[in-house]
Protein backbone atom coordinates (compact mmCIF):
# COMPACT_ATOMS: atom_id res chain seq x y z
CA UNK A 1 0.00 0.00 0.00
CA UNK A 2 1.13 3.45 -1.34
CA UNK A 3 1.77 5.97 1.85
CA UNK A 4 1.95 9.65 1.53
CA UNK A 5 4.09 12.04 3.74
CA UNK A 6 3.99 15.98 2.75
CA UNK A 7 6.70 18.31 4.35
CA UNK A 8 7.39 21.61 3.45
CA UNK A 9 4.63 23.75 4.69
CA UNK A 10 4.97 27.03 6.53
CA UNK A 11 4.49 30.75 7.40
CA UNK A 12 5.82 33.08 4.07
CA UNK A 13 5.02 36.66 3.15
CA UNK A 14 3.45 37.51 0.00
CA UNK A 15 5.72 37.73 -2.39
CA UNK A 16 7.84 34.92 -1.13
CA UNK A 17 8.46 30.97 -1.93
CA UNK A 18 7.96 27.48 -0.43
CA UNK A 19 8.35 24.45 -2.07
CA UNK A 20 6.53 21.23 -0.95
CA UNK A 21 7.49 17.85 -0.52
CA UNK A 22 5.80 14.57 -0.45
CA UNK A 23 7.37 11.23 0.28
CA UNK A 24 6.01 8.63 -1.27
CA UNK A 25 6.48 5.16 0.97
CA UNK A 26 5.80 1.48 -0.48
CA UNK A 27 4.98 0.26 -3.74
CA UNK A 28 4.64 2.82 -6.48
CA UNK A 29 3.74 1.93 -9.91
CA UNK A 30 4.71 3.77 -13.44
CA UNK A 31 0.63 3.77 -14.01
CA UNK A 32 0.31 6.34 -11.22
CA UNK A 33 -0.42 10.08 -10.97
CA UNK A 34 0.75 12.47 -8.20
CA UNK A 35 -1.04 15.17 -7.40
CA UNK A 36 -1.37 18.13 -5.44
CA UNK A 37 -4.49 19.75 -4.32
CA UNK A 38 -5.02 22.39 -1.22
CA UNK A 39 -8.14 23.13 0.84
CA UNK A 40 -8.72 26.70 2.12
CA UNK A 41 -10.60 27.00 5.70
CA UNK A 42 -14.48 26.67 4.81
CA UNK A 43 -13.58 26.04 1.09
CA UNK A 44 -13.55 22.74 -0.94
CA UNK A 45 -10.36 20.67 -2.00
CA UNK A 46 -9.36 22.20 -5.04
CA UNK A 47 -6.58 20.87 -8.03
CA UNK A 48 -3.31 22.27 -8.19
CA UNK A 49 -0.99 20.56 -10.17
CA UNK A 50 -0.50 16.95 -11.15
CA UNK A 51 2.15 15.12 -12.91
CA UNK A 52 2.42 11.35 -14.56
CA UNK A 53 4.87 9.26 -12.97
CA UNK A 54 6.05 8.02 -15.82
CA UNK A 55 5.51 9.75 -18.65
CA UNK A 56 5.82 13.83 -17.07
CA UNK A 57 2.86 14.85 -18.54
CA UNK A 58 1.80 17.65 -15.92
CA UNK A 59 -1.14 19.25 -15.17
CA UNK A 60 -2.06 23.02 -13.68
CA UNK A 61 -4.60 24.77 -12.33
CA UNK A 62 -5.05 27.49 -15.36
CA UNK A 63 -5.22 30.12 -11.97
CA UNK A 64 -1.69 28.52 -11.05
CA UNK A 65 0.43 28.36 -14.41
CA UNK A 66 3.67 30.69 -14.22
CA UNK A 67 4.08 30.37 -10.17
CA UNK A 68 3.45 26.75 -9.44
CA UNK A 69 5.77 23.78 -10.75
CA UNK A 70 5.41 20.15 -10.00
CA UNK A 71 8.09 17.97 -10.62
CA UNK A 72 8.75 14.14 -9.49
CA UNK A 73 12.33 12.21 -8.91
CA UNK A 74 11.21 8.59 -9.56
CA UNK A 75 14.65 7.84 -8.03
CA UNK A 76 13.81 8.68 -4.26
CA UNK A 77 9.86 9.00 -5.19
CA UNK A 78 9.48 12.11 -4.30
CA UNK A 79 7.24 14.19 -5.34
CA UNK A 80 7.61 18.54 -5.29
CA UNK A 81 5.25 21.82 -5.63
CA UNK A 82 7.83 24.53 -6.10
CA UNK A 83 5.56 27.87 -5.24
CA UNK A 84 6.57 31.28 -6.11
CA UNK A 85 5.43 34.83 -5.85
CA UNK A 86 2.67 33.80 -3.04
CA UNK A 87 0.00 35.39 -2.48
CA UNK A 88 -2.75 35.86 0.61
CA UNK A 89 -5.06 33.50 -1.41
CA UNK A 90 -2.44 30.53 -1.50
CA UNK A 91 -3.10 30.30 1.92
CA UNK A 92 -4.88 26.46 2.62
CA UNK A 93 -3.74 23.03 3.66
CA UNK A 94 -2.11 21.09 1.04
CA UNK A 95 -2.28 17.56 -0.12
CA UNK A 96 -0.28 14.95 -1.71
CA UNK A 97 -2.39 12.25 -3.72
CA UNK A 98 -2.20 9.30 -6.10
CA UNK A 99 -4.56 7.83 -8.13
CA UNK A 100 -4.36 4.35 -10.52
CA UNK A 101 -4.22 6.21 -14.07
CA UNK A 102 -2.44 7.40 -16.50
CA UNK A 103 -3.97 10.77 -17.17
CA UNK A 104 -3.27 14.01 -15.29
CA UNK A 105 -7.02 14.36 -13.78
CA UNK A 106 -8.11 17.56 -11.84
CA UNK A 107 -11.13 15.67 -9.75
CA UNK A 108 -10.25 14.33 -6.22
CA UNK A 109 -12.28 11.22 -7.20
CA UNK A 110 -9.74 10.21 -9.44
CA UNK A 111 -6.81 9.82 -6.96
CA UNK A 112 -7.12 7.11 -4.96
CA UNK A 113 -4.33 7.59 -1.82
CA UNK A 114 -3.85 11.19 0.02
CA UNK A 115 -1.49 12.28 2.65
CA UNK A 116 -2.40 13.99 5.45
CA UNK A 117 -1.23 17.41 4.46
CA UNK A 118 0.88 20.20 5.22
CA UNK A 119 -0.47 23.63 6.14
CA UNK A 120 0.32 27.01 4.19
CA UNK A 121 0.07 30.43 5.60
CA UNK A 122 0.68 33.31 3.24
CA UNK A 123 0.49 36.95 4.98
CA UNK A 124 -0.04 40.00 3.83
Known amino acids: QLQLVESGGGLVQAGGSLRLACAASGRTHSSYVMGWFRQAPGGEREFVAAINWSAYNTNYAESLKGRFTISRDTSTNMLYLQMNNLKPEDTAVYYC?????????????????WGQGTQVTVSS
Open 97 to 113: AAGFTTRTPTTTAAYDI
